[in-house]
């Protein structure tokens, strides 16, 4: 069936508000087909692309891809370089269709280990769309979990002014603020493809409550109609957040 006809299938009172996709099998994509594995992360930015235009016709509120792991800097030098550059050079490509789309891009995750000239390269950018108020994407790009929990504890202590230590009480509100993901909802569901069953990292505070969706699909054969057959899925399901 065409993604079109499944998308009006949706009952659009049960959509989820934000989906965050862990895209896993560029390399595996890569190996099945006897060619390097630039040529499998390619294919992704192609996957990549037609979800964001699926989320979009979806309307969706919030979609957060993982593009970049901290653990990825584990990989080859050469790996990690075309990693890095086919990122940026993929939001310069695609920043003015995106704010063409109403489409609000912002990239999550820590600076460090990444030059001061690509966070001030990537900002730039992505700066173009914040007026935009259609689908807000969110890169997951040099981003850890565990680190993105240390970061936001340490700016906490930061705040805390000396001697009002014992006065002070960390709670869930406070932590929030101190997120990549501040104000944004957390994700409804996640979705990871390639058969791998587990978060690796990702969104692990924010993803408490988030229904689980397991295909066995390399990334770069996710299709437009798997993506809204996962959210015909998950209006399917029963949240019940703890309670009966």
Known sequence: MNYKDLIAKLDKSQMPRHIAIIMDGNGRWAKLHKTKRVFGHKKGVEAVRRIVETAVEAKLEYLTIYAFSTENWT??????????????????????????????IRFLGSEKDLSEQYNKKVLQNCKKSWNNTGLHLNVAMNYGGRRELLEAFNKILQDIKPGEMADQK???????????????PDPDMIIRTSGEKRLSNFLIWQSAYSELWFTKTLWPDFSREEFIQAILDF?????????R
Do not use: C, H, P, W
């Not at 209006?235 to 309670?243: E, S, T, V």
């Open 235 to 243: 209006q399917k399901r029963k949240r019940r957040f703890g309670a």
């Open 170 to 184: 960390i709670d869930e509100n406070m932590l929030k603020n101190y997120l990549y993901t501040a104000n944004m």
């Open 75 to 104: 990989r080859s030098k050469a790996e990690v370089n075309y990693l890095l550059k086919l990122i940026m050079d993929s939001l310069i490509n695609e920043i003015n269709e995106l704010i063409k789309n109403n489409v609000n």
